[in-house]
C-alpha cells in the first residue's frame, strides 16, 4: 500500500483536493477527522487534555471545544507541546492501523500539520497543495468570513511555504479554476497507480 501524504497551509485546496481524489475511489485518511475521534469523550486523550487546561475548555454538551484549545495553545510552547505528547502518538497509530486495514493500491493521508508535526515517516510521498497568497487568502475570507488580519495570522505562524515546498515529492499548484486541480490530480492519480503497482 503506497501512502501519499497531502499537507498545505490554510486555505490551500486540502479538502477540495481529497474531495477530487475520493471521487477517483482513493480511500481518504484525514488526520482531522482523526484527532478529533482521539479527543471524543470517554477516550484517554480527552481525560488527561482536561487534566492539561481544566474545564472550562469543554463545550455546553460537554465535548472538548477544538477552538478553544487552538485559542490556548497559540501563544503557548509549553501547552502545545504538552497537547502534541497526548495527540500526536494517538493520531500516529490510528493513521498506521486505518491504512493496514485498505486494500487499495494507494491511499491517501491528509495531514495539515505533515512537516510541523514530523509524519513525515508515516507517508511514502509528500504530496503538498499551495497557491499564491493573495488566492488563498482571498479563498479563506470567503469561505470563513473573516478579517484579512486574522487569516494572515494563521499564515504567519503556520510554517515558511518554501520550507513546506522543499519537503515536497510532488506538488499541485492549485492557482486556477477547479477544473485545472481536477485536471492535475487526474495526472497525479495515474501516476500515483502505476508508482503503486511498480512497488508492490
Ligand atoms: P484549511 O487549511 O482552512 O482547512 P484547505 O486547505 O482544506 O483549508 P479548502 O477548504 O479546500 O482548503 O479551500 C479553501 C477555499 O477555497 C474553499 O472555499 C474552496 O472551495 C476554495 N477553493 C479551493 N480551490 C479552489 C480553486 N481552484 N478555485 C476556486 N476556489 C477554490
Redesign the pocket.
Known amino acids: 500500500m503506497l501512502k501519499i501524504g497531502l499537507t ?1 497551509g ?7 483536493a481529497s474531495n477530487i481524489f475520493s471521487g477517483l475511489g482513493v480511500p481518504i485518511i484525514d488526520a482531522d477527522v482523526i484527532a478529533r475521534q482521539v479527543l471524543a469523550i470517554n477516550q484517554p486523550a480527552f481525560a488527561e487534555t482536561i487534566q492539561l487546561f481544566g474545564k472550562a475548555i469543554l463545550d455546553k454538551n460537554g465535548h472538548i471545544d477544538r477552538g478553544t484549545l487552538r485559542t490556548l495553545i497559540f501563544d503557548n510552547p509549553v501547552k502545545r507541546s504538552a497537547l502534541e505528547q497526548i495527540i500526536h502518538p494517538r493520531v500516529r497509530d490510528a493513521i498506521e492501523k486505518k491504512a493496514a486495514s485498505l486494500q487499495t493500491d494507494y491511499c491517501l493521508i491528509v495531514i ?1 500539520l505533515l512537516i510541523e508535526s514530523n509524519m513525515q515517516d508515516l507517508v511514502d510521498r509528500i504530496l503538498v497543495i499551495t497557491a499564491n497568497p493573495e488566492k488563498r487568502i482571498n ?2 475570507q ?2 470563513d468570513n473573516t478579517s484579512l488580519d486574522d487569516v494572515q495570522k494563521i499564515i504567519d505562524a503556520q510554517i515558511d511555504e518554501k520550507e513546506r515546498l522543499s519537503c515536497a515529492d510532488d506538488i499541485l499548484m ?1 492557482n ?3 477544473l485545472s ?1 481536477e485536471n492535475d490530480i487526474r495526472i497525479l492519480h495515474q501516476k500515483y497507480q502505476e508508482l503503486a503497482k511498480s512497488v508492490s
Not at 490554510?10 to 477540495?16: E, M, N
Open positions: 498545505g490554510i486555505g490551500s485546496g486540502k479538502t477540495t495539515p479563498r479563506i470567503r469561505r492549485n486556477n479554476d477547479i486541480l
